[in-house]
Every structure is written in structure tokens, then in C-alpha cells.
């Protein structure tokens, strides 16, 4: 599949994922200990994917205080390796959606590399998305965007599954505002990846040609 064609899927087709981490650079070492998936098709959500790994190393009590996960819970999970093979089938040519996405991309890459696997997908962050669209809110955090959103959350946070399915609805919140507000009706992911891409002065112009 070619690149054009990937960047002109819908919008609301995606894999919308999040890692949790021994820390913050690949390149320092640091490995993925969880890694939590929504796949939307149509707007809707049709599958999930959530697996701890085990990294092969004891995480810090930083970590274990800040994600929840202990290891002792690592102790019997499945290596980086064997998950993250699972996970490349399971996102398959999907474009990718990340709150914060250069951060889950450095990760996804780093641990596929291990592996020798690619993904053809493109990727949009929708922390800067919103950023655009959400001028006003008072802090672009996912946690702070589902409050001033009103999207209903169960009060989880910095739990792979959780984030990603918390990640999805602020997504979807995102393209219903697009259509209800701007009259974007059915938007291709290109079109999300260029709004992130827009100057905060000149988004609303933007727009308004979009429509």
C-alpha cells in the first residue's frame, strides 16, 4: 500500500495506542512494559489489544508508583519481543493516533526494530490537534482534555488500556467538533495531521477553507 493511500483513509479508521514505559528514551535503554490498543473503524470501536512485557529488567519504584505496574506483576508477563510481534499483526496497515504521539512513536519503533518488523501506517498526535482546536482549554494533558470535554472516564490514568481508550473518545470528540463546528464532514487522516501543522493564528482560516 502506498504512502498517498494511507494518507487518505478516514479519519475515523484508526488504531489509537499508548505505551507505558521503564522511562523516557529508547535511545537510553528504556523499554515498553505495556502497551494498550483501540482500533476504531467507521468511528466505532471494533477490537482492543492490552498485554503487559516484561522488559528484562527490574523497573524503578518511580515507575511502579507512577504506572501501577509492579514488578512483580512483569515477573510472568511475556517478553517485549513476543507482544510486540502480536502487535504488529494486530495493527496491520492502520494509521496510528497517540496522545503525545512522538513519544509512543519513539517507543513503537525502537521495540519493532528489535523485532525487524515496519508498520506502513502514518501517525497523528492529538495533543497537538487539540492544541489547535481547544485554544481555550486550560492544559492540553489527556486527563485535562477529557474534563473539559465531558467525556466520561473511570478515573484510570497511566494504564495502557485505559489511556488509549480515554485517547479514542477525545478523538472521535475531535472529528464530531470538526463536523458540527467547521462542517468537515468524513475527513481523511491527512487533513487531522495537517491541522496539527497549523499555526495557532492561522488554524481557524485553515478550517474554514476545509469545508
Not at 515507575?63 to 507482544?83: F, K, R
Not at 491541522?195 to 469545508?211: C, G
Request: one cysteine or more; glycine letters at 6%; aromatic letters at 8%.
Amino acid at each position: 500500500m502506498t504512502l498517498n493511500n494511507q494518507h487518505n483513509k478516514p479519519a475515523d479508521t484508526v488504531v489509537v495506542l499508548d505505551f507505558e514505559t521503564t522511562g523516557l528514551s529508547p535511545n537510553q535503554g528504556d523499554r515498553a512494559i505495556e502497551i494498550g490498543a483501540v482500533m476504531l473503524k467507521d468511528g466505532k470501536v471494533i477490537d482492543r489489544f492490552q498485554q503487559l512485557m516484561n522488559p528484562g529488567f527490574r523497573i524503578s519504584g518511580f515507575i511502579e508508583n507512577y504506572t501501577g505496574i509492579s514488578n512483580m506483576m512483569l515477573s510472568d508477563a511475556p517478553s517485549c519481543e513476543t507482544v510486540m510481534a502480536e502487535f504488529a499483526d494486530f495493527i496491520g496497515d492502520y494509521n496510528l493516533v497517540a496522545h503525545n504521539a512522538s513519544f509512543d512513536q519513539r517507543f513503537l519503533d525502537a521495540e519493532l526494530r528489535q523485532i525487524n518488523r515496519q508498520y506502513p501506517g502514518n501517525f497523528a498526535c492529538s495533543m497537538l490537534i487539540a492544541r489547535r482546536l481547544y485554544q481555550d482549554a486550560p492544559n492540553h494533558k489527556l486527563g485535562s482534555l477529557i474534563h473539559y470535554k465531558n467525556i466520561h472516564h473511570e478515573g484510570v490514568f497511566h494504564r495502557a488500556l485505559a489511556d488509549s481508550e480515554m485517547t479514542a473518545d477525545l478523538w472521535l470528540a475531535m472529528l464530531e467538533d470538526l463536523q458540527q463546528e467547521h462542517q468537515i464532514i468524513a475527513p481523511d487522516f491527512s487533513l487531522l495531521q495537517s491541522i496539527a501543522k497549523q499555526s495557532k493564528a492561522n488554524v481557524l482560516q485553515f478550517l474554514r477553507k476545509q469545508s
